[in-house]
């Protein structure tokens, strides 16, 4: 049984030094940048404890600005402010968090959607609140939380132009409800996937192991009909280990910001006519104008990232349009 402390008039002022101010306790962290697929190394004096809730920058970044409304992917590492060890981290496990800017974080954590909405993709900055006990199991001592901005998820695609598209693909032109896409007369079914980039971004370069977050429609070949389009909505989540072939095939090595139009045969879709009776796949030939937004490693475990303030929450990487593809 742990003994109840006993305070000298001495200890009880020191610990009213070193806890009572939350700027001091964040004057104590160093920081080493490891790299982007490992945590940080954090050393601070211990016990670490804030009275409110308090940010510090740990790193500033020189990528994109983070606006109000933004997507982002963070990376967090946590660690115990009783006795500084690392409690747990998204960079190694390649399991970021996905945190969208609205509202909703704004009203119930406005020091952290402050320390977003100021940053810079690249920025890395320490955030702490009061002890809680009923989550903690602690009263004396704060989870620091360290917190890098990885990504922001881009709006539409962001790049140069194509202006010399090889003859023969349907043409698209960009409407304010999405792609219009029409599909040459007179013309065979193709038989082989066709990934012809519109415009050609400068992002990251996207893996076959990824998760890409795009904007996109998709018509049949056969009657230029849209079965299924997300244009005018949030940006959608797909691994590429869960999609079509023609997806998987079509967008690694593609680069965020890219827009792409994929011309997908049968066999790399969801098959002919014949072979998806009675689902709601289309068959034939298909046709996707894809905009990608953003990417970040598939999470290598299915159990939620570090989330101790209750806001952030990955993204699921939904299993369309490989599953299932329902008419617009």
Not at 13 to 23: K, R
Not at 33 to 48: I, N, Y
Not at 183 to 194: G, H, N, S, V
Not at 285 to 308: C, E, H, M, N
Request: charged fraction near 25%; hydrophobic fraction near 35%; charge should be negative.
């Amino acid at each position: 049984m742990r003994k109840p402390l006993k305070l000298s008039a001495a200890a009880a002022i020191l610990a009213l030094a070193l806890t009572g101010c939350g700027q001091h306790a964040m004057d104590s962290i160093d920081y080493t940048d490891k790299g982007a697929d490992k945590a940080p190394e954090v050393s601070f004096q211990t016990p670490f404890k804030v009275d409110d809730a308090t940010t510090k920058v740990l790193k500033e970044g020189d990528g994109a600005d983070v606006d109000p409304g933004d997507t982002v992917i963070v990376n967090a590492a946590l660690y115990n402010g009783e006795d500084g060890k690392e409690v747990q981290d998204t960079y190694q496990s390649q399991q970021p968090m996905t945190v969208v800017l609205n509202d909703d974080v704004k009203d119930k954590l406005p020091e952290l959607y402050d320390a977003l909405v100021n940053a810079k993709v690249g920025t890395t900055f320490a955030f702490a609140q009061a002890p809680d006990e009923a989550k903690t199991g602690s009263k004396d001592a704060s989870v620091l939380e360290v917190y890098t901005v990885s990504e922001k998820i881009l709006d539409h695609a962001e790049g140069d132009e194509v202006k010399d598209l090889p003859s023969g693909l349907p043409s698209v032109k960009i409407e304010d409800d999405g792609p219009k896409i029409t599909i040459p007369k007179d013309t065979e079914q193709p038989t082989e996937l066709t990934a012809q980039n519109l415009i050609n971004g400068s992002g990251t370069e996207v893996k076959a192991t990824d998760t890409v977050f795009v904007k996109y429609a998709g018509v049949k070949w056969s009657d230029g009909k849209q079965f299924d389009s997300n244009w005018t909505k949030d940006p959608t989540s797909f691994a590429l280990d869960q999609v079509i072939a023609g997806w998987k095939d079509g967008l690694k090595g593609k680069h965020v910001g890219d827009r792409v139009e994929l011309v997908v045969p049968a066999d790399q879709a969801y098959g002919t006519d014949e072979e998806v009776k009675g689902t709601k796949n289309p068959g034939g030939a298909l046709v996707f104008v894809v905009d990608i937004l953003g990417t970040q490693p598939t999470p290598k475990q299915t159990t939620p990232s570090p989330s101790p303030s209750g806001q952030a929450s990955s993204a699921p990487a939904s299993a369309a349009p490989s599953a299932s593809a329902e008419s617009k």
